[in-house]
Structure formats: structure tokens, C-alpha cells
């Protein structure tokens, strides 16, 4: 009975052998097992790396295009006009900027005076018109400036002009008592955006028509 008894002793696995194998046996279904995120991550980096050419391409066009709109190209002319109405005269101003590549070249201002609804005397529209008569007189003996008139039954018009790349600044400065408060108010090749806003700044609206 006790050599029985032995015998099966020996054969009966340890409680702590049995613990052993299970845990061997979960590390080892850990190590095989199937990683989603590790899978994600691969995928992606592979996706990355397939389309790479196409998105560097991207990005030098992007940059490309920003380069671009930054550069001035822009021509055309900008109308800028202002009404006012006074007590015994109206009189609407409008200037008309034109430019290339975003720069002035040349002015033409054409101010309208006509006498006011409650107005029946016609002298400060005679005076308006003797004030630029004067002044063509002037300006015909310099480049770069000139100005027109015209006197019509209820209205007087005065149109001047300025090509800034044909001043004379020399005897503009000589003879300023001379123009009749008419003077180059820009420079040449003077950013069009802002005389613009300055324009605009000072209660005219302004239109750009570009080319």
C-alpha cells in the first residue's frame, strides 16, 4: 500500500509547474498575436512614402502661386470722384490715376463747377473760367503739366493733367504762384494701393479698372 501510494505521488504534476506552462503559454499567444495599431502605423508610413512625389509637387506649387500674387503686375486705371454741394455753387472732381505694374504714371483731374439751385449769378463761374485760363497760359510754357477749359451756359470745366514722367519739377518750383493751387500732389511710379487709400481716406470713391 505504501509503494502505491508513492507511485503516485511521482506522477502528479506540481501545483507550481502547472502555473508555469500556462504562463509560458500566455507570453507566447502575446508574442504571436496580431497588432492593429502597429499595423495602422505601418500603413501609414508606406501610404506617406508612396505618395511622396505628389506631395512635394503640391507644396512647390503652392509656393509658387503665393510667389506669384506677391508680384506687381497689375496695370490699368484707377477713378476716384467726390461731389460737393455749397451754398451758391456744386462741383464734382474726379481724377483718374492711371498706372503700370502697380505704379503712377499719369493723372487727368476733371473738376465740374455748376451753380447751385437757389444760384442765378453766373460771375463766380466767369471767374472760375478766367482762374484756369491763366493757368493753360502758364502751363504751356513747361512739360509734363497742362490744363483745359471750357465754359458752357451753367457750367465750367477745367481739365488738368500731369504725366509724371515728363515734369519739369525745376520751373514748376519757380513759378508756383503762378498755377493757381494746381501742383503735383504724387511721384512717379508711386504705388497705386496707396493713393487708393489715401483717396478713399479723404471721401472720394475710388473704381480700378484693370487691363
Known amino acids: 500500500m505504501n509503494h502505491k501510494k508513492s507511485e503516485n505521488n511521482e506522477t502528479m504534476p506540481s ?3 502547472v502555473e508555469s506552462k500556462k504562463k509560458r503559454k500566455k507570453q507566447e499567444k502575446k508574442q504571436s498575436g496580431f497588432n492593429p495599431l502597429l499595423a495602422i ?16 509637387s503640391f507644396i512647390r ?17 484707377l477713378s476716384c470722384y467726390l461731389v460737393k454741394n455749397m451754398t451758391d455753387i456744386d462741383y464734382t ?3 483718374e490715376f492711371s498706372y ?3 505704379q503712377l504714371k499719369r493723372t487727368t483731374t476733371t473738376t465740374e463747377y455748376a451753380l447751385a439751385a437757389a444760384t442765378s449769378d453766373k460771375q463766380v463761374l466767369l471767374d472760375k473760367e478766367s482762374s484756369c485760363q491763366r493757368l493753360a497760359a502758364t502751363l504751356s510754357n513747361t512739360t509734363g503739366m497742362s490744363a483745359n477749359c471750357r465754359l458752357e451756359e451753367d457750367k465750367q470745366t ?11 519739377l525745376s520751373y514748376i518750383t ?5 498755377f493757381e493751387g494746381f501742383y503735383p500732389e504724387y511721384e512717379l511710379n508711386e504705388d497705386i494701393d496707396t493713393i487708393q487709400t489715401s483717396m478713399e481716406q479723404a471721401g472720394y470713391t475710388c473704381t480700378d479698372t484693370q487691363r
Open 15 to 17: 501545483k507550481s509547474g
Open 41 to 56: 502605423i505601418l500603413l501609414i508610413l508606406f501610404a506617406f512614402v508612396f505618395f511622396l512625389p505628389q506631395i512635394s
Open 61 to 77: 506649387d503652392f509656393q509658387n502661386n503665393n510667389t506669384t500674387s506677391k508680384t506687381p503686375t497689375n496695370s490699368g486705371t
Open 93 to 95: 472732381v474726379e481724377t
Open 100 to 102: 503700370e505694374n502697380d
Open 158 to 168: 477745367i481739365i488738368q493733367t500731369i504725366d509724371y514722367a515728363q515734369l519739369d
Open 174 to 178: 519757380d513759378h508756383i504762384a503762378e
